[in-house]
């Protein structure tokens, strides 16, 4: 026997205030109608209007204004998993500019969990790069990246605040990423990271990591990025394949 369900008043309120953005086309800034109104289109209470309301602008979707009403706030970035590259090209798809500032490049010996990683001796040399990753000039997140010296040689060379270090990659070096794993959790930012990103310390952040392969499972890549979810989102586009359980069979014994 089949239950029916009742859906939630505040969960139908958000839903409706989500179809009523997309269905009249309300862009960044846009406000949204008065209480009364939305009750009556949406036929909810004002007690689960404000508290969808509320759940809203905690998701950075809505922006509340004292004394003005209810906004709609600019869109976010999604990044899909597995899409290498998914930063600039998230940033763009949502219309705005992607830009990064260097904040460390150089050389470190490798050690026993990052050389496993990569594929490496222990001790060989590793390039490091740390950036700072921004849409529109406001920054977005911190990513650090681990690459393979040895297969890329003077690839220290390039300036990474304005290339690609995918293009750069694969149009110098001929090396392509085929296979991508990445892992997402919570975590807050440290001090060090909350003066980068401009906010305080503490604050909730997305902790992403992953690994990167070639089509022939070469390690390529490995990196670790503090992202700030009121700029950003992230999504799935699972395509299972014999080289995508390799990867993730390979990825769950790191």
Known sequence: MTETFDIPPRDKAAEGILWLIQSEGLAAGDRLPAERILCERLGVSRTA???????????HVLESRVGSGTYVCAPKPLSVFQSAGAFSAAVRDAGLVPSARVLS???????????????????????????????????VAIETTYANSEICPGIESHD???????????????????????????????????????????????????QEWTEQMEPVEYFKSVTLPAHFRFASDEVWDTGAAEVSDAWLRS
Request: glycine share 10%; proline share 3%; net charge negative.
């Open 49 to 59: 209007l404000r508290g969808a309301i509320a759940q809203l602008t905690s998701a």
């Open 105 to 139: 490049q150089g050389f470190l010996p490798a050690g026993e969990a990052l050389a496993a990683k990569l594929g490496v001796e222990v001790g060989a040399t590793v390039l490091e790069l740390r950036r700072l990753r921004m849409a529109d000039g406001v920054p």
């Open 160 to 210: 990474f605040a304005v290339e690609s270090l995918y293009e750069v990659l694969k149009q110098k070096y001929g090396i392509s990423i085929a296979h991508s794993i990445e892992r997402i959790s919570i975590t807050r930012v440290n001090e060090w990271e909350s003066e980068i990103l401009g906010v305080e310390e503490g604050e909730p952040a997305f902790y992403e990591c992953g």
